[in-house]
């Protein structure tokens, strides 16, 4: 891996998370084909310590249900932030754990609301139905294979900082740099990474429940008309305590689980 173009800030990063996180590490690589597909390879090998990895290109980006993650040209590193946090987890009910992310990445980018970031269910910041950020969830189970030990969870993050074109995207990108102009990658990982990891072990501790109000505050999607891609309609009632999407259809309310589907407001594309 050849060695990063700016200073990510590494060892301040990792100071400001260590309090929460003893043994926390930040590692920067110019390149790499998956920051996510790394911390797994290293998780089935026995490497489960706590860590960020950022890079400034990846060249096989994933999103969630296998889609490509499409980062910036290679000569364009700047435009986007692309990272992945692992570490050992063992919540009692890992439900609704993409949406608490999305909670902290949300409310960090925009913590008054006034540029109107919002989440749209299961695992996107959205900007005026425009996508901002992706988030992809992954665990791998310890070497041990015990089922009441902790999984390694993985969650990587996508995050536009600068001018995306979207040609070949499913939904119109949008970009941090809309409204801070002067924003740059490193510096919004350090706005990013204590609160995520402070939110991740809030969650560990006390689940989705305490994070529910705050999507709700920000839900693009609750009182919308939305369709499904297994062909369901309907409108959008929130989300239930659990994570669960809630869409009031002919047949009645359904709860939907984020591996089941995914959803668009109505009269958008998959």
């Known amino acids: 891996m050849s060695s990063t173009t700016a200073d990510w800030f590494e060892d301040r990063i990792a100071a400001a998370v260590a309090p929460l996180l003893p043994g926390f590490t930040v ?3 110019a390149e790499i084909d998956s920051t996510n597909t790394e911390l797994m390879r290293r998780a089935r090998a026995g490497r489960v310590e706590p860590v960020l990895l950022v890079a400034e290109h990846q060249t096989a ?6 889609r ?5 040209p290679r000569q364009e590193a700047s435009a986007s932030l692309l990272f992945s946090l692992g570490l050992p987890l063992a919540p009692a009910d890992w439900s609704g754990l993409s ?3 999305g909670v902290s990445v949300a409310e960090s980018l925009d913590p008054s609301g006034a540029h109107k970031v919002g989440l749209k269910w299961p695992n996107d910041v959205w900007v005026n139905d425009s996508k901002l950020a992706g988030i992809l969830i992954e665990t791998a189970l310890p070497s041990s294979g015990r089922p009441d030990a902790s999984r390694y969870l993985v969650i990587g993050i996508g995050l536009n900082i600068g001018a995306r074109d979207a040609d070949g ?3 119109p990108p949008a970009w941090l740099r809309q409204w801070r102009p002067d924003a740059g ?6 706005e990013l990474a204590p609160p995520l990891v402070q939110a991740v072990l809030d969650f560990e501790a006390r689940g989705f429940a305490p994070f529910a109000e705050r999507f709700a505050a ?10 499904l891609s297994d062909g369901t309609a309907g409108l959008c009632e929130g989300v239930a305590w659990g994570g669960e ?5 002919d047949a009645g309310l359904q709860l939907i689980s984020s591996d089941e589907v995914s959803v668009r407001p109505r009269g958008m594309a998959f």
Do not use: K, N
């Open 169 to 171: 995207m499913r939904t």
């Open 245 to 249: 999407l809630q869409v009031r259809t």
């Open 61 to 66: 980006g994933r999103g969630r249900l296998g």
């Open 185 to 190: 990658a490193p510096e919004v990982l350090g």
């Open 218 to 227: 920000r839900d693009v999607l609750r009182g919308r008309e939305v369709a």
């Open 99 to 101: 949406l608490a992310v």
């Open 27 to 29: 590692e920067a690589v």
């Open 68 to 72: 490509p993650w499409q980062s910036a």
